[in-house]
């Protein structure tokens, strides 16, 4: 009789919506445990509520209850016991949060080195700062593999933690088919749900720092200026710029830069929308805008490719990579090629067709079937 791994996954970041580490794990333990041809019985361990709604796929699915946040003194403590508890031969952590005293063999997904780069003001205090270094230490360290989700953050994890290059295998996310071009009429209905002129950038995602939302604003207000000169073009004097996303009380400046700017009338605010809604924002969008000064992958463009709507990004970081040559670029740093490189998108059909077409191509490379696979491939040979 074949012996049967134990195999747990740390889920506690779990979730259906559409972006980030909860769709993550959302999308490969789905695949996982839809398979019955495999030595392994599964330990998924969860927060509440998600805990409580989960429904696991088949009997060698355990689902174990946690409730022990991510950067917490519980996680350090409740989850270690439960870790031990449970005893598992290989645990993946989704993300690099693994208890400091975990002693069992581990693998580790990392998304981003993102807070090396841009701390934010959550972690201005050298407490917080040195404690986020031992974790990721631990995480890379102790890891028998680690995967990255893009070679440039295989490459920062090298650089930044001196991390033998053997040890990481780079694994894309993947992209669903939830993502489509939305009819007409449910383009026009989601203008007229959040007031939108029928010429709008969109923007979608947290207002941190790295983002660079007020560089994206700024670019924003020299487009109008532009529009409304004698020769520029006025074909965009009623252009909105549409946010989605919470005001981040850590981050004022975003909406301090509206209001100093005098766009309160042009820059539509309409928070965390439902997923009906996104899609239609990304398919009615003239265009789609990722101005970040980091990613450790980057989502966004692809589900707005994936809604046929031409991307405008920043050439930096994973971006080139994951986007290839179906966006136009600009340098996130410099405000004027910002809004050039988004007018040229704008006013011409031609530039238009012809991302959106690559687009479609780009997005095809990227599949959950594909990163599930060979995830699964590295549980394999990490168990031998």
Same mark, same amino acid.
């Given at each position: 009789?074949?012996?049967?791994?134990? &195999?747990?996954i740390?889920?506690?970041?779990?979730?259906?919506?559409?972006?980030?580490?909860?769709?993550?794990?959302?999308?490969?333990?789905?695949?996982?445990?839809?398979?019955?041809? $495999?030595?392994?019985? *599964?330990?998924?361990?969860?927060?509440?509520?998600?805990?409580?709604?989960?429904?696991?796929?088949?009997?060698?699915?355990?689902s174990?209850?946690?409730?022990?946040? %991510?950067?917490?003194?519980?996680?350090?403590?409740?989850?270690?016991?439960?870790?031990?508890h449970?005893?598992?031969?290989?645990? %993946?952590?989704?993300?690099? !949060?693994?208890?400091?005293?975990?002693?069992?063999?581990?693998?580790?997904?990392? %998304?981003?080195?993102?807070?090396?780069?841009?701390?934010?003001?959550?972690?201005?205090?050298? *407490?917080?700062?040195?404690?986020?270094?031992k974790?990721?230490?631990?995480?890379?360290?102790?890891?028998?593999? @680690?995967?990255?989700? +893009?070679?440039?953050?295989?490459?920062?994890? @090298?650089? $930044?933690?001196?991390?033998?290059?053997?040890?990481i295998?780079?694994?894309?996310?993947?992209?669903?088919?939830e993502?489509?071009?939305?009819?007409?009429?449910?383009?026009?209905a989601?203008?007229?749900?959040?007031?939108?002129s029928?010429?709008?950038?969109l923007?979608?995602?947290?207002w941190?720092?790295?983002?660079?939302?007020?560089? $994206?604003?700024? /670019?924003?207000?020299?487009?109008? #200026?532009?529009?409304?000169?004698?020769?520029?073009?006025?074909?965009l004097?009623? $252009?909105?710029?549409?946010?989605?996303?919470?005001?981040?009380? %850590?981050?004022?400046?975003? #909406?301090e830069?509206?209001?100093?700017?005098?766009?309160?009338?042009?820059?539509?605010?309409?928070?965390?929308?439902?997923?009906e809604?996104?899609?239609?924002?990304?398919? /009615?969008?003239?265009?789609?805008?990722?101005?970040?000064?980091?990613?450790?992958?980057?989502?966004?463009?692809?589900?707005?490719?994936?809604? !046929?709507?031409?991307?405008? /990004? +920043?050439?930096?970081?994973?971006i080139?990579?994951?986007?290839?040559?179906?966006?136009?670029?600009?340098?996130?740093?410099?405000?004027?090629?910002?809004?050039?490189?988004? @007018? !040229?998108?704008?006013?011409?059909?031609?530039?238009?067709?012809?991302?959106?077409?690559?687009?479609?191509?780009? &997005?095809?490379?990227?599949?959950?079937d594909?990163? /599930?696979?060979?995830?699964?491939?590295?549980?394999?040979?990490?168990?031998?």
């Open positions: 009789m074949q012996k049967k791994w134990k &195999v747990g740390d889920a506690r970041m779990f979730s259906d919506s559409f972006t980030g580490i909860g769709r993550y794990n959302f999308e490969l333990t789905r695949r996982f445990f839809e398979r019955k041809d $495999l030595p392994i019985q *599964w330990v998924i361990f969860m927060n509440e509520p998600e805990f409580s709604q989960f429904v696991p796929f088949n009997a060698d699915v355990k174990v209850c946690v409730d022990a946040p %991510h950067y917490s003194f519980s996680e350090q403590t409740k989850f270690l016991r439960i870790l031990n449970e005893q598992c031969d290989l645990v %993946h952590f989704t993300h690099f !949060n693994v208890p400091l005293l975990y002693k069992k063999k581990f693998i580790t997904t990392i %998304h981003d080195t993102t807070i090396s780069f841009y701390p934010g003001k959550k972690m201005n205090t050298w *407490w917080r700062r040195k404690a986020y270094e974790v990721m230490e631990k995480a890379v360290q102790d890891s028998t593999k @680690i995967i990255s989700v +893009s070679e440039n953050t295989k490459k920062d994890l @090298i650089k $930044l933690f001196h991390v033998d290059h053997n040890k295998t780079k694994i894309w996310n993947g992209i669903g088919d993502f489509y071009e939305g009819a007409d009429i449910a383009k026009q989601v203008r007229d749900k959040f007031n939108i029928d010429t709008f950038i923007y979608t995602g947290v941190r720092e790295h983002k660079n939302v007020v560089g $994206l604003i700024k /670019a924003f207000y020299q487009i109008l #200026q532009k529009a409304n000169q004698t020769n520029g073009p006025s074909s004097k009623n $252009l909105n710029l549409v946010m989605t996303g919470n005001p981040d009380p %850590h981050y004022p400046e975003v #909406q830069t509206i209001q100093k700017l005098n766009l309160t009338e042009k820059v539509r605010l309409v928070g965390l929308v439902e997923f809604d996104l899609v239609n924002l990304y398919s /009615a969008a003239n265009a789609y805008v990722f101005p970040s000064f980091y990613e450790g992958f980057g989502m966004p463009p692809l589900e707005a490719m994936k809604c !046929n709507t031409p991307v405008v /990004a +920043s050439r930096i970081s994973s080139p990579e994951v986007c290839g040559e179906a966006v136009q670029y600009f340098d996130p740093h410099n405000i004027d090629d910002m809004a050039e490189k988004i @007018i !040229n998108v704008l006013i011409d059909e031609n530039l238009q067709k012809k991302l959106i077409k690559k687009g479609q191509q780009q &997005v095809a490379q990227f599949s959950w594909k990163a /599930a696979e060979e995830t699964l491939k590295i549980y394999l040979s990490s168990l031998e």
